[in-house]
């Protein structure tokens, strides 16, 4: 009887581990079963576990610390900050582009996430000129600085889209946090009549960069440009001259216009004062951008981060580019539109456009107050 007991309690033990090992697998099969399905990845996690931030999206410039100092406030009519050197601002993340990347990284894990950082203001600084001067540069080089935020296309607000209104505008601006600086750049309003009175309308103490060249190797760059999306195009000659025989320049030809500097400078002077210009040379963004990068910063009244080490010459483009930032696979330099070869123009042709505008340059010099060198 005793032992007829043992077995029946023996038996029973049995039984349940049994159906204990079978619930096991039933729980385990679940959950290998919800991971795959994607099930565990909606568990909740920190915002950078979602997806780790892609250098590329932050422009290959920013760099992430633990410790972000805003810097002073932008003053328009704040003194130049000159002489200051590079200190671990030039490591300073931009906190709302950082915002914007690992949005992208969380929507594109299913997360909403709302950008309530910063907030969208007019630009305090635009590049208004001139087209194939170097202003793509300009602007690249100087979105390496933590404290510039900058629309990578250009607007064409105050010369295209003026119709759209002013919120319009507002709202193809990047989000800035205090002490930073939005800017924009369209090298066409430089040279566009209604363009210095839209811009005052939106606001009159905004600080304006013309980055000026050579006109005749300016006008030869233009025409180059349009040359090569336009191979049927006449020759350079034939579009620069209105007589070949007399060898009277055609200034209703755009690539001649655009290089009247002094004319196009009088139409802005109109509406804003001289000290909110910085004319910048594109020669030596070229030949030295370190030094041209630092009178602008100055002009913008920004600590002097970007410098040389940012900087390498490409012997192949024929100019300066970035170099490797931190998480990069490569330097970063500006398109193949840039640096393209000039054709052969006659040597004649380019004699008569220097004797053209060599009074117009002075004119230009003297209303800067500073001689480019182009004669």
């Known amino acids: 009887m005793g032992c007829s007991g043992c077995r029946v309690r023996f038996n029973f033990g049995k039984v349940l581990s049994k159906v204990s090992v079978f619930f096991t697998m039933v729980l385990i099969f679940t959950y290998f079963f919800y991971c795959l399905t994607g099930f565990c990845d909606s ?3 920190t915002l950078y576990s979602q997806r780790p931030l892609d250098y590329d999206i932050l422009d290959d410039r920013r760099r ?4 972000l100092r805003p810097s002073p406030r932008f003053l328009p009519d704040a003194p130049s900050q000159r002489n200051r050197t590079a200190s671990a601002d030039a490591e300073q993340v ?10 992208e990284g969380a929507q594109g894990n299913g997360i909403p996430v709302s950008n309530t950082f910063g907030s969208k203001r007019f630009p305090q600084a635009i590049i208004i000129g001139v087209k194939k001067g170097g202003t793509r ?4 080089f100087l979105r390496i600085h933590p404290d510039v935020r900058a629309v990578g296309a250009e607007p064409h607000f105050f010369d295209r889209f ?8 507002r709202n193809l601006m990047p989000r800035t946090l205090d002490g930073q600086i939005t800017m924009e750049k369209t090298p066409s309003y430089f040279v566009t009549k209604e363009a210095p009175g839209r811009v005052c309308t939106m606001n009159c103490q905004a600080k304006l960069i013309v980055v000026v060249r050579d006109p005749v190797t300016r006008a030869v760059s233009d025409y180059t440009q349009t040359l090569s999306k336009n191979p ?3 020759s350079f000659q034939s579009l620069a001259l209105k007589n070949a025989s007399t060898g009277l320049i055609d200034t209703t030809w755009s690539a001649v216009r655009i290089g009247l500097y002094a004319k196009h400078l009088e139409n802005w002077l109109q509406h804003f004062p001289l000290s909110h210009f910085l004319f910048v040379s594109g020669e030596r963004l070229v030949s030295d951008p370190a030094g041209e990068m630092g009178r602008v910063q100055d002009f913008l009244g920004l600590k002097r981060v970007v410098s040389d080490k940012h900087f390498y010459f490409n012997q192949t483009k024929g100019f300066p580019c970035l170099k490797k930032p931190e998480g990069s696979s490569r330097p970063r330099c500006l398109g193949k539109s840039k640096g393209r070869p000039h054709p052969q123009i006659p040597t004649e042709v380019l004699q008569r456009l220097r004797d053209f505008y060599r009074p117009f340059n002075h004119r230009f010099y ?3 107050g500073q001689d480019f060198g182009w004669d």
């Open 43 to 45: 568990a909740p996690r």
């Open 366 to 368: 003297q209303m800067s």
């Open 94 to 103: 931009d906190a709302a582009e950082q915002l914007d990347s690992a949005k």
């Open 232 to 234: 049927g195009l006449p």
């Open 137 to 140: 540069a300009l602007l690249e």
């Open 162 to 169: 003026y119709d759209k209104g002013l919120e319009w505008y």
């Open 64 to 67: 992430i610390l633990d410790d």
